[in-house]
């Protein structure tokens, strides 16, 4: 079975620092695609970054950047230069090749607060 | 703008009315989903589409019933539900099925039961 897991519920970062928010995973699947989503106080669930378990290079989106590291299971989001509007909740979520239910599987979460 | 829309954005309803969530996407994806998001309890996936075919139904109750008429709308009909039933409803589609592709999702319909 997948599972994801975000140790941390909640965060606190400066405006302006960076900060990275932990992720590790369990699969038995040979391919598997990794993502992360932001979710603010409103609801929506915005996609941010993914990272495939083929990829050579750790995957970037502007401030965003996905620290891959296959052999440790875990895909680490990490946020430069933060910004009060990153205040919110962020899931990190994999699906997998030979998964036959369509899902993601997502973890707990973890709240960040951006201190001005 | 969000590439998928639902509406309403908050439903208060009694135990024995009947509502319809709605959701559209502009993005020309052929995969819808309906996840459910409740308090302190990660996503759970309720139904998916692909190109107007339920191919998922993860043992949801017949209160929630779905419904695809084309590959850019899809809706949740709901009839005599519970209290539990509230929660968020979040709507998601993506390009194909394949494990790679991402799902964007809209704003989520607010769902309170009274």
């Known amino acids: 079975a997948q599972k994801i897991t975000q140790t941390q519920p909640g965060m606190f970062v400066q405006e302006k620092e960076a900060v990275t928010l932990d992720c590790t995973y369990d699969?038995?699947?040979?391919?598997?695609?990794l993502f992360w989503y932001k979710q603010p106080s409103s609801g929506e669930m915005i996609f941010l970054i993914y990272?495939?378990?083929?990829?050579?290079q750790n995957a970037t989106e502007g401030r965003y950047s996905l620290n891959f590291q296959k052999a440790r299971k875990s895909a680490n989001l990490v946020i430069s230069a933060s910004q009060l509007g990153d205040s919110a909740m962020y899931f990190c979520?994999?699906?997998?090749?030979?998964?036959?239910?369509?899902?993601?599987?997502f973890g707990s979460g973890t709240r960040l607060l951006v201190r001005p | 703008e969000t590439g998928v829309t639902q509406t309403p954005r908050h439903l208060v309803m009694g135990m024995t009315n009947k509502k319809s969530l709605k959701c559209e996407q502009h993005?020309?994806?052929?995969?819808m989903y309906w996840y459910k998001q409740s308090a302190k309890k990660p996503l759970e996936l309720m139904f998916v589409y692909s190109l107007e075919e339920r191919v998922e139904n993860n043992s949801v109750p017949s209160r929630f019933s779905p419904e695809c008429p084309n590959s850019s709308h899809l809706f949740l009909h709901l009839h005599t539900l519970q209290p539990e039933d509230s929660a968020l409803y979040l709507c998601a589609s993506s390009l194909h099925f394949g494990y790679e592709n991402i799902q964007y999702f809209g704003a989520g319909t607010r769902l309170s039961v009274l």
């Open positions: 979520a994999m699906r997998g090749l030979l998964d036959s239910s369509y899902k993601l599987i």
């Open positions: 990272q495939g378990s083929y990829d050579q």
């Open positions: 993005l020309g994806h052929n995969a």
């Open positions: 699969t038995s699947d040979p391919s598997y695609g």
